[in-house]
């Protein structure tokens, strides 16, 4: 099936809107039109055996101590089924009655299909439809919808539900980070997850578990068992999620029913505050959380288990900050990964998409400068891929996926690969939002970005292995520490000369301990007689100082806070001035202070004498404020200087579209 195809059926169901223009706002439509696509699809599905199904329903109706669900199953074909001979169709043709027979008809369904409709309140929608006199319009639409397995297979029903929703999204005004993962972008994320497996995968009694904390409408894990069973038909695939959204959770499931999934493993729920599966672990695990989405509705969830559970929980590497949720996904997938066991074997692989702000955000000690370091130091990070801008539905920004393992090969350990892929891509014909590029995956004479980004990968693994590989351009590997530094905080000592002016003597009155003063006008008054008085230390200042207080007959004040505010009052800041002291040391300058990265593995005083003491010979490095801290710029690794046009050049085109410009204007004036 083509995608014109898709679009055609998407077309059909969205035409609904025209009935709803004036009952609905645009930004209900899809709480309409979502909910009736799904229900004609299980309508659809379950359409060869309804008669047999209706049959054993009829038989069994009297029988109260007898539950016939394993019958009805087992005739059905499938794990869920409808016990009423009704159809939309039928609803359809007696209008008077289409609310009450179509509330018998949802009704009729199993539970856990009901559930599914039960998520979209569309007992709500069926009265609101009634009341307006469209429901039997509505269903008559729908009962055009050819939507049977034979004519949409699974994976291509998955893309006109994606289609609906993306309209939905657009029609209420989602913001940037409630996007949907096309398919070309999830295929090469799972090629990029599975392949490295590809030999283990085809072995005899393979089973594999995927999981996807936020899985939207299952794209990514339909095509990750896609992919398993791709290369090993015999192989047993289970895919766990969870999900949010209730239309996209709907979806969801009801797509693992279709599919003689246990539509069970489709949780519904936060992630964060409301975790499924935490006892289980996963072989496989992937992700396309929303960008920059705050998590403040789970703060206190989320706060409470980095507090009191620490490394037992979740989150024990830290925090990220309230307005991006993306670590809190990554750390929560981390969790759920196989253990490797003594022999090498278990584990688990990551892949997740990320825009940039993962890659650097948070200086050294921060909450995501931390997960970073947590993440680096134990050895998860496999690769980070940079893809092409405009690649998302509802935003244009750059992406990243980034590869986690905790069973790196022996040759790989301690290494992580960039790869620099934002140049593979091609322009689509027609934009769709914000998505104006895609991966091309090598058909109707297109380029196979697809195909050539997964062997890079993999030539860039091998890269990874062995030193004397050929490395590709788009290609580099580090390792680990070099994406941790030093954050060191460089001192330089607070100089000053001391000498009353109008302007020092305006500080000195509104210095607090001096405002405090009984006799506060006075002081500053026997302070004013030495007007013009320059001294080079502190000790010469003060003495001069508290001789004229006493010779206006006042007391010179005791405390250390009141020296302090008369020295900064009275204190002036020069290069050339005596160096202040604490204890014996010298006292720091807050105005002076700088702090730099230094690389990880550089000696602090080596690289002080190096970089700074030709400078300023007198800093020092304050090592109590040492911190760690790790980032990956990627970007900067692979920037390529291009140097700017000559000006000759430059002024030669100015010139010749002057020329072109003055001649249009002599024939407008013609």
Same mark, same amino acid.
């Given at each position: ?10 077309? !059909? ?20 039109? &979502? ?10 599905? @379950?359409? *060869? ?12 109706? /009297? ?44 009704? =009729? ?43 949409? *297979? ?43 497996? /590809?030999?283990?995968?085809? @072995? *005899? ?27 090993? *038909? ?6 766990? /999620? ?22 069970? !493993? ?46 037992a929980g979740r989150f024990g590497a830290g925090l990220p900050r309230i307005n991006d949720g993306s670590f809190l996904f990554l750390q929560h997938m981390i969790s759920m990964m196989k253990p490797v066991d003594v022999n090498g074997g278990g584990g688990s692989r990551i892949a997740i998409v990320f825009n940039g702000s993962p890659l650097f955000t948070g200086a050294a000690g921060s909450g995501e400068s931390e997960i970073r370091r947590w993440i680096l130091e134990n050895d998860w990070l496999e690769a980070i891929v940079a893809l092409p801008d405009q690649l998302f539905y509802n935003t244009g920004i750059s992406t990243y996926f980034w590869i ?27 934009? &769709? ?15 196979? !970005? ?10 860039? @693994? ?10 590709? =351009? ?94 900064e009052a009275v204190g002036v800041r020069d290069p050339e001035g005596e160096v202040q002291r604490i204890k014996g040391e010298p006292e720091p300058d807050s105005e002076l202070r700088d702090c730099e990265n230094v690389p990880l593995d550089e000696d602090l005083e080596k690289y002080l004498k190096r970089e700074v003491h030709p400078h300023v010979p007198d800093a020092w490095i304050d090592h109590s404020k040492t911190k760690i801290g790790y980032e990956i710029p990627i970007t900067r690794h692979f920037y390529v200087y291009e140097p700017s046009r000559p000006l000759t050049e430059i002024d030669a085109d100015l010139k010749a579209l002057e020329t072109?410009?003055? /001649?249009? @204007? ?5």
């Amino acid at each position: 099936m083509n995608s014109s195809k898709h679009t055609e059926l998407a077309n !059909h169901a969205w035409s609904v809107a025209d009935l709803l223009r004036g009952d609905y706002k645009q930004s209900d439509y899809g709480k309409v039109i &979502l909910p009736f696509t799904v229900l004609r699809r299980l309508e659809c599905v @379950l359409e *060869p055996t309804r008669t047999e199904v209706a049959e054993i329903a009829e038989k069994y109706k /009297g029988e109260e101590d007898f539950n016939p669900d394993g019958f009805l199953r087992r005739a059905s074909g499938h794990s869920f089924y409808n016990k009423s001979a009704l159809t939309l169709k039928k609803i359809a043709a007696d209008p008077q009655n289409a609310a009450k027979n179509l509330q018998v008809y949802v009704g =009729a369904f199993s539970e856990n299909a009901r559930e599914v409709l039960e998520k979209y309140e569309f007992a709500q929608q069926i009265k609101r439809l009634d009341g307006a006199g469209l429901l039997y319009k509505v269903i008559g639409k729908f009962t055009d919808l050819d939507l049977h397995p034979d004519t949409v *297979p699974n994976h291509n029903m998955g893309y006109v539900f994606e289609e609906l929703i993306r309209r939905f999204a657009e029609q209420s005004n989602e913001t940037a980070g409630e996007h949907f993962t096309p398919r070309e972008v999830i295929k090469l994320m799972v090629n990029l997850l599975i392949a490295p497996d /590809g030999d283990a995968l085809t @072995l *005899p009694g393979t089973v594999r578990t995927v999981m996807d904390p936020a899985c939207g409408t299952g794209g990514m894990l339909s095509a990750a068992e896609d992919h398993i069973t791709t290369l090993n *038909p015999n192989a047993e695939v289970e895919v766990y /999620g969870q999900e949010l959204n209730p239309e996209s959770w709907s979806i969801c499931r009801s797509d693992l029913m279709i599919k003689e999934q246990d539509p069970d !493993h489709i949780a519904f729920g936060n992630s964060f505050s409301d975790p499924a599966f935490t006892r289980k672990k996963f072989d496989y695990l992937l992700a396309n959380p929303p960008f920059g989405v705050e998590w403040k509705k789970v703060k206190d969830e989320v706060e409470d288990e980095h507090k009191n559970l620490g490394d037992a929980g979740r989150f024990g590497a830290g925090l990220p900050r309230i307005n991006d949720g993306s670590f809190l996904f990554l750390q929560h997938m981390i969790s759920m990964m196989k253990p490797v066991d003594v022999n090498g074997g278990g584990g688990s692989r990551i892949a997740i998409v990320f825009n940039g702000s993962p890659l650097f955000t948070g200086a050294a000690g921060s909450g995501e400068s931390e997960i970073r370091r947590w993440i680096l130091e134990n050895d998860w990070l496999e690769a980070i891929v940079a893809l092409p801008d405009q690649l998302f539905y509802n935003t244009g920004i750059s992406t990243y996926f980034w590869i986690l393992t905790n069973r790196k090969d022996a040759d790989h350990k301690g290494k992580v690969v960039l790869l620099d892929a934002r140049d593979q891509w091609v322009k689509m014909r027609k934009s &769709l939002g914000d998505k104006r590029k895609e991966l091309g995956d090598g058909r109707n004479g297109r380029p196979d !970005h697809i195909g050539d980004v997964t062997r890079l990968y993999g030539e860039a @693994l091998q890269a990874a292995r062995d030193a004397d590989h050929p490395m590709h =351009a788009k290609v580099k590997v580090f390792e680990n520490e070099q994406f941790g530094h030093q954050r060191i905080t460089v001192e330089r000592p607070l100089k000053l000369r001391f000498e009353v002016t109008e302007e020092t003597l305006a500080a000195l009155g509104a210095a607090k301990p001096v405002q405090k003063l009984e006799q506060a006008e006075d002081f500053v008054a026997a302070v004013r007689t030495l007007l013009g008085s320059r001294w080079a230390t502190k000790s010469e200042a003060f003495v001069a100082l508290k001789d004229a207080v006493v010779a206006a007959g006042l007391m010179w004040p005791s405390g250390a806070p009141f020296a302090k505010a008369v020295r900064e009052a009275v204190g002036v800041r020069d290069p050339e001035g005596e160096v202040q002291r604490i204890k014996g040391e010298p006292e720091p300058d807050s105005e002076l202070r700088d702090c730099e990265n230094v690389p990880l593995d550089e000696d602090l005083e080596k690289y002080l004498k190096r970089e700074v003491h030709p400078h300023v010979p007198d800093a020092w490095i304050d090592h109590s404020k040492t911190k760690i801290g790790y980032e990956i710029p990627i970007t900067r690794h692979f920037y390529v200087y291009e140097p700017s046009r000559p000006l000759t050049e430059i002024d030669a085109d100015l010139k010749a579209l002057e020329t072109e410009i003055q /001649g249009l @204007l002599g024939e407008v004036t013609e």
